[in-house]
Structure formats: structure tokens, C-alpha cells
């Protein structure tokens, strides 16, 4: 098992940055692809963000943050983080980190998750 803890969010401006940290612990983190969803009003679905594969050499990040967003991993710290940058009012949304078997982007993949950390970008 994994243990997840996302940290990093908060209030900032539109055109504004924010860094992300999932902190793992448990099993080794490079057991399980990593990945970023986001669920901006509640009751709606959890969208794809952006996923790791184990080693790190593979990436994806979905239509609406790509070039703006940028996932990454640090296996030996055991560390996740989702760069965000050019921040839009649309990204507001509650950011959860998850651990999974397979370098996918849908949530049925993922078997474990974290808390979440709500990001607001005001306009």
C-alpha cells in the first residue's frame, strides 16, 4: 500500500503559478504510476490532469493544461508534484494525487488517493 498527502494549494491570480507536492509513503514509489485528476464543483466526475509512468520517462497531461501544467516525480524522495502555471479561473478545483498499476488517465485505474488541495484562481 501507499500512502498519499497533496499539499501546495491555495489562492492566487489569474496568469499566477502554483507547485503541488504529493508526499508517498509506504511501498516504494516506483511500484505505481503516478497521476494528478481535479474536481472543480462537487458531485461532478473527477477530470484528468496529467500522469507519470513509473520510471518517470512518460508522460501525458490532458488538452486543458498542456504546455501551462507539468507533471514530475522524484522516486528517491518519494515525491510527486504538478507544476501549474498560467493559471486560468477554470482551474479551480480540488487537485488529488493518485497511485495506480498503469500508466493511464482514467480514474478506475488509480487504487489510491489522497486527501486533496484545493487551488483558486480569482480573475
Known amino acids: 500500500q501507499v500512502q498519499l498527502v497533496e499539499s501546495g494549494g491555495g489562492l492566487v491570480q489569474a496568469g499566477g503559478s502554483l507547485r503541488l507536492s504529493c508526499a508517498t509513503s509506504g511501498r516504494t514509489l516506483s511500484t505505481y504510476a503516478m497521476a494528478w485528476f481535479r474536481q472543480g464543483v462537487q458531485g461532478k466526475e473527477r477530470e484528468f490532469v496529467a500522469?507519470?509512468?513509473?520510471?518517470?520517462?512518460?508522460?501525458v497531461h490532458a488538452d486543458s493544461v498542456k504546455g501551462r501544467f507539468t507533471i514530475a516525480r522524484d522516486n528517491a524522495n518519494m515525491m510527486v508534484y504538478l507544476q501549474m502555471n498560467s493559471l486560468k479561473p477554470e482551474d479551480t478545483a480540488v487537485y488529488y494525487c493518485?497511485?495506480?498499476?498503469?500508466?493511464?488517465?482514467?480514474?478506475?485505474?488509480?487504487?489510491?488517493w489522497g486527501q486533496g488541495t484545493q487551488v483558486t484562481v480569482s480573475s
Open positions: 500522469a507519470i509512468s513509473r520510471s518517470g520517462g512518460s508522460k
Open positions: 493518485a497511485a495506480g498499476r498503469q500508466f493511464f488517465t482514467t480514474t478506475n485505474n488509480y487504487d489510491y
